[in-house]
């Protein structure tokens, strides 16, 4: 499928499995939704720009290159979410973050905001919007559409599970916007969570279950 990228490692499919697993607490969770973010960061910044630069060796002059990072923001949606920070921070220090606050209400399903706070520059910025979990798509779509009225310049989305009505409904909505998954579940269950899945990403990262 178009602008679906679903990521396969050996390093990531042993680290979902992990955090799928019911008997995972929290320290253990939140250490492996930040390893397996750092492993897909690999995948998503694959065509971010370079500039080249000059720069000496202990030898002689030679041409490098240096990652564009300050045009880039990651754009965690709380709570769950803001797992996946550190992981990508640790590989692309001067990204920029901005944060969308949005929860599902639990009987519709419907995505609610109750938070914004970007950078003050948006315009012309590429932006990586994470959460773990790609359900509904609610959130997801919700999210983009806010990050679209601020005229960005390219928006990513990257979660660990997905399931096929999630990208469906992503790509009827921003066909433009390419998705990167750790995993494709097989659908969702009759209370919206992803099937297998790993339950509710948020209570387990936070131990609010
Ligand atoms: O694709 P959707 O059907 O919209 O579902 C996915 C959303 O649900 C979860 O958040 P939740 O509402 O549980 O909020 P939380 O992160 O604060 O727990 C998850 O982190 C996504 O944001
Ligand atoms: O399976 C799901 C679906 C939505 N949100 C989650 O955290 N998990
Ligand atoms: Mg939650």
Redesign the pocket.
């Known amino acids: 499928m178009k602008n679906l990228h679903i990521i396969e490692h050996p390093l990531i499919k042993s680290k979902i499995t992990q955090i799928r697993r019911k008997e995972t607490a929290t320290k253990m969770f939140k250490e492996l939704v930040s390893e397996i973010s750092s492993l897909m960061c690999y995948e998503i910044t694959r065509d971010l720009e370079v500039e080249e630069i000059e720069i000496e060796t202990p030898v002689q002059k030679t041409i490098g290159y240096h990652i564009k990072g300050d045009d880039l923001v990651l754009v965690p949606i709380l709570r ?1 979410g803001l797992g996946m920070i550190e992981g990508i921070q640790n590989l692309i220090p001067n990204a920029k973050t901005g944060h969308i606050g949005v929860y ?1 209400d639990h009987d519709t399903l419907q995505p609610v905001e109750y938070l914004c706070k970007l950078p003050l520059l948006m315009e012309n910025r590429n932006v990586i919007v994470l959460d ?5 798509g609610g ?1 997801a779509v919700k999210a983009i559409d806010i990050l679209k009225e601020h005229n960005v310049k390219s928006i990513r989305l990257a979660c660990l ?1 997905g ?1 096929p009505e999630g990208v469906e409904f992503l790509h009827k909505h921003h066909p433009d916007v390419a998705i990167y998954l750790a995993a494709m579940d097989e659908k ?2 009759e209370n ?4 297998p ?8 990262l936070f131990g609010t279950q």
Do not use: F, K
Request: proline residues 4%; neutral net charge.
């Open positions: 769950a599902r773990p979990m790609l359900a509904t959130s599970v399931c969702l269950n919206g969570y992803i099937v899945g790993l339950g509710d990403a948020g209570d387990r």
